[in-house]
């Protein structure tokens, strides 16, 4: 055998590996978009995909790149506040639509549970309680005492 006939054995090989996982990155693509098209989570992916594609976003974003003195640190702080204003924006949206969906729903579910605790007291204690109960003087506040006298 050639030492050629070895590259182009080892070529052919990695040229079946290749298209191997050319394949299983194909049907792994076709999953992703079926999940996307019939899937809630699916579709509010594309959503945010979709939203971030739109012509508004991407000239914002291609106005940050492309700024002559991009490191600056005004642009550095520009940038900062346009990522906190769209991450502002997603939570004030997931809020909204969340009381929407509260309201829709109902204000809240309240599970009650009642508890009874149940003592058991000998009798002859019970009777000793009562008549310590009689045999006290009823306590009465300092207002009472100040009027009766």
């Known amino acids: 055998m050639d030492s050629n006939d070895g590259d182009f054995v080892d070529y052919f090989d ?12 194909n049907f792994q693509m ?10 809630l989570t699916g579709r509010l992916v594309s959503l945010v995909q979709n939203f971030g594609k739109s012509p ?3 000239a914002l974003v291609d106005s940050f790149r492309n700024q002559e003195g991009g ?8 940038r900062n506040v346009a990522r906190l204003m769209i991450l502002a924006f997603g939570i004030v949206t997931i ?3 969340s009381k929407i969906w509260q309201a829709v729903v109902g204000k809240e579910i309240v599970y009650e549970q009642e508890i009874v605790i149940v003592e058991e007291v000998p009798r002859s204690k019970a009777l000793e309680d009562e008549k310590k109960k009689k045999d006290s ?10 009027h009766r006298d």
């Open 56 to 58: 508004f976003i991407t």
């Open 71 to 78: 490191t600056s640190w005004n642009m550095i702080l520009l």
């Open 137 to 146: 003087k009823p306590r009465r506040s300092a207002r009472d005492k100040k």
């Open 30 to 39: 076709e999953q992703h978009e079926i999940w996307k098209t019939t899937t």
């Open 95 to 97: 809020l909204s639509l």
């Open 14 to 25: 990695s040229m079946v590996k290749r298209q191997a996982e050319e394949e299983e990155l």
